[in-house]
């Protein structure tokens, strides 16, 4: 796959001079027929079970993971140059000890053990996806339409009860609720729930962006294609494409401890300036399409962004590659990214 030429917005160190060469594997034909066909006549039944309690779920896996392990391309890397799309947390949940060593896509990376395992992803290794927006694109007529008309301070329209780093979310409500400038809502499920967001967000100059049971959530790219300025109080949040995008152009960032402190998140939100909001919604319009999934892909669209981000990993991938191939017995036991994830990660594109 060639590469489009870099815009100035991106760093001359994050530029991608050479080819990046992809292969597919063409699966046998049980797995894109007979498997699906069994896991389709059997849906009803395993719906309500999860992927490690569905038997369907786990032959498909089990067998799918046999099939690519046995491959040679496989066990020359140890599957450390494969990519594996594990974006929704019960993504390969039964098989993923045998496949860690690969790329895995991602939508976060949460440390809670409650949907990773520890050592199983870390930035060096795997690749943070966006979600798919929920929402319509607030277009340049819609953003110069709704510039004045944006007089809500905060706004949040979703389920204010979650789990894990989610539980920030009701005590957000309870500190939040009548508080002149916001408006907190529970929301619901449909097109008219959908419309009810995206209005909302449309009237809004920030909109808030907490944790739910993932660190993770579509909110926040509804809320950069809305024109709302994210404000993302997740504190194990990963961001999609952080080598090649500096996500504080657009989003504030406020810890869960600070949020909750009676009074401390309205009066921030009000000391930003007003030429500092125009700024970032500037760059909320320049930055929406690199979350704008499309077909065919556009340059700098999250595609492009994912094969850059992916093409910056391959020296890294070389090197833990040939160091597997020529170590003896007795070399020495390096703690790598192949051992367990570094808590002060540094990115080098």
């Not at 709704?146 to 957000?172: D, S, V």
């Not at 009810?196 to 920030?206: D, L, N, T, W, Y």
């Not at 340059?299 to 160091?323: F, Q």
């Amino acid at each position: 796959m060639e590469r489009v030429h870099e815009e100035d917005q991106f760093d001359s160190a994050s530029s991608v001079a050479n080819v990046l060469k992809v292969y597919v594997y063409e699966m046998p034909a049980k797995f894109t027929y007979d498997l699906l066909w069994l896991f389709r006549n059997t849906y009803k039944d395993t719906s309500n079970l999860t992927s490690n309690g569905s038997p369907v779920h786990r032959l498909i896996e089990q067998d799918a993971l046999k099939w690519i392990t046995d491959q040679p391309a496989w066990n020359r890397s140890e599957g450390r140059d494969h990519i594996l799309p594990i974006h929704h947390p019960w993504s390969f949940k039964s098989v993923r000890k045998s496949v860690k060593k690969a790329i895995w896509i991602l939508p976060d990376m949460d440390s809670t053990g409650n949907w990773y395992k520890p050592g199983q992803v870390w930035l060096e290794k795997d690749l943070i996806l966006p979600y798919v927006p929920n929402v319509e694109v607030c277009d340049d007529k819609c953003m110069s339409e709704t510039e004045k008309t944006r007089n809500t301070l905060l706004f949040f329209r979703g389920r204010l009860k979650r789990n894990a780093g989610g539980k920030i979310r009701a005590k957000l409500g309870a500190e939040l609720s009548g508080v002149e400038g916001v408006v907190i809502e529970e929301g619901t499920a449909g097109d008219s729930g959908k419309k009810a967001a995206q209005e909302g967000m449309r009237r809004s100059i920030f909109c808030l962006s907490p944790a739910g049971d993932t660190p993770s959530s579509a909110r926040l790219f509804d809320a950069i294609v809305s024109g709302c300025i994210p404000l993302v109080i997740s504190d194990e949040l990963e961001l999609p494409f952080e080598g090649l995008l500096d996500y504080r152009k657009i989003a504030l960032f406020v810890s869960s401890s600070d949020a909750i402190q009676p009074g401390w998140l309205v009066t921030f939100l009000k000391s930003i300036k007003p030429s500092e909001i125009k700024e970032m919604r500037v760059n909320i319009a320049k930055h929406m399409k690199h979350f704008l999934y499309s077909h065919p892909a556009q340059p700098l669209g999250p595609e492009d962004l994912t094969w850059r981000m992916l093409a910056g990993k391959v020296s890294n991938i070389k090197l833990h590659i040939r160091r597997s191939q020529r170590v003896v017995k007795e070399s020495r036991r390096l703690c790598t990214c192949d051992c367990r994830p570094s808590t002060n990660i540094t990115t080098l594109f």
